[in-house]
């Protein structure tokens, strides 16, 4: 199984400056056959299900601000929130889809101001 | 609109079983995988398991083989998640989510449905 580390566990930025979330999986997530890395990352707010935000590690769903990005590739990962809104206050979570359909979570990173 | 639509919350003694329902609508129901992840009190997410929506056919996380059994209706466009043998670290919310064809991830999630073991 592909385990999912995120770090760090907690984080708090001010409003306005950047906040840096990582995430690293015990194997390679990059599939060579399409040079397509299979990880997305997802927003939980309280009393919510996930929001996507991220897939294939840096392609932005429709809708979501482009202040985050995500960057990274095989084993390592990162998103990035260029400039912190009150709204990004949430859980953070990557998920890695490489070896489907056994989906694996990241433990969560929990963003505050 | 594509929505998935869950059962209301369960509280069950030890030793029970439960089954969520997660009812589909606006899209064609065979064209997509349906997963389950659940989600402890104050914990993270946890994949339970994925069922083909064609077939019936599933894959389950290694720790539920055996516990945890999806089927689907397909003619009401819905699937189910049955945990037997419940014990209190099943509490949990269990949220039922769609694959998406083009992209492989959870584009559409269902509300969520809080499962409560309790003696």
Known sequence: DIVMTQSPDSLAVSLGERATINCKSSQSVLYNSNNKNYLAWYQQKPGQPPKLLIYWASTRESGVPDRFSGSGSGTDFTLTISSLQAEDVALYYCLQYYSTPLYSFGQGTKLEI | ?119
């Open chain 2, 1 to 119: 609109q594509v929505q998935l639509a869950q059962s209301g919350a369960e509280v069950k003694k030890p030793g029970a079983s439960v089954k969520v329902s997660c009812k589909a609508s606006g899209y064609i129901f065979t064209a997509n995988y349906i997963h389950w992840v659940r989600q402890a009190p104050g914990q993270g997410l946890e994949w339970v398991g994925r069922i083909n929506p064609v077939g019936g056919g599933a894959n389950y996380a290694q720790k539920f083989l055996g516990r945890v059994t999806l089927t689907k209706d397909t003619s009401i466009s819905t699937v189910y998640l049955e945990v037997s043998g419940l014990n209190s670290d099943d509490t949990a919310v269990y949220y039922c989510a769609r694959e998406s064809l083009a992209i492989l991830v959870y584009d559409y999630w269902g509300q969520g449905t809080l499962v409560t073991v309790s003696s």
